[in-house]
Structures are given as structure tokens and as C-alpha cells.
């Protein structure tokens, strides 16, 4: 078996990628890391997700930088990583329930916030990836679509369920007396529920 040495050029063109990559990803990991966390409303997770998605990107890096928009090649590896993990097997047979907690930043989130993020947590993987697709990425519907590897029509119905469910999670819940009970809507307004 013969082995070939690499040449000093083949050092210098493989140089000159591992630095355009790195430098590439320097710069866009904060993006990155903003995308996982929506998809995955968790950081250490978010954190493996982009880790994941980096180590492929990396992997076909002669194909991402020949895309026509690096950045969007970028999302693309992320959010198949993420629905890639979602329907895995070891998605459904692993819960990691011993969480650290993460200590509260300087700015405080706000209860509407804290709601939003539940009940986008809450979605299924395929509609929280359209939603951060649509909304977050600012893509169109062909766009979503073509990411996630299907029609407009399911982006489409993706988001409307998606949406749906989030309308019906975030509805302000009916009053409540002292017993526990809804208050009749006539009695909310004559002040006879209050006790």
C-alpha cells in the first residue's frame, strides 16, 4: 500500500478553509445558538444542537460557501439537525429531567414572554420549526418549504395549527371565585363574585 504525503499546497488550501470556516462561525454562532434555543426552549440542548449542526456545516463546507446564501445553508444544516433529532428514536426514549438551572441574566423576562415560551414549547417539533422558520427567520412560505423537505401546503397548515395552538394556549382563562369555580359572566361584572 502506497501512502502520499499531503503536498505543502494541499496544506495551504485546507489552512485556508479551516480558517474561512472558523472565522464564518465565530460570527454567526450567536445567530446560531438564537435559532437553537427557539427550536429547542432549552440552552444545553440548544447548545448540542448548534455543535451538531456546526460539525456538518463543517463537514460540507465546500458546498456551503459556493451556496448563494451561506447564512441560509447555515439554518438549513440547523433545522434538519433539530427535526432529524426530533424523530429519532433517542428522542423518544431519553428524558433528561435533571436539569440545571440557569441563573436569571440581568434583564428579567416578563410573564407574556414566560407564556409565549411554553406554549411554544408546548408544539410539536415540525410546527415549532415552521413558526421559527416563518417568523423569526423571516422566510416565505417556498422558502420553509424547502428547507423542511416539504409541500407549501403543509408549511401552510403547519403554521395555521401551529398558531392556532398557540392562540388557544395564550386565551386569558375564565374567572375564578374564591371556591375555585368559574364565575358567571354576570356576576364578574356586578362585583357579586368577589368576595
Partial sequence: MVVQRPTMEGRAVSAGRDAEFTEYVSARLPSLRRLAMLLCQDWQRADDLVQAAITKLYVHWGRARRADH?????RAVLVHEFVHERRSGWARRVSLTGTVTETAAAAVDHDAVLDLRTALAMLPARQR????????CDLNVDQSAQLLGCSPGTVKSQTAK???TLRRALEPGPATGPSGRPVPERSRHSGEGDA
Fill in 129 to 136: 420549526a415552521t413558526l421559527v422558520l416563518r417568523f423569526y
Fill in 70 to 74: 451561506v447564512d441560509a445553508y447555515a
Fill in 162 to 164: 401551529a398558531l392556532g
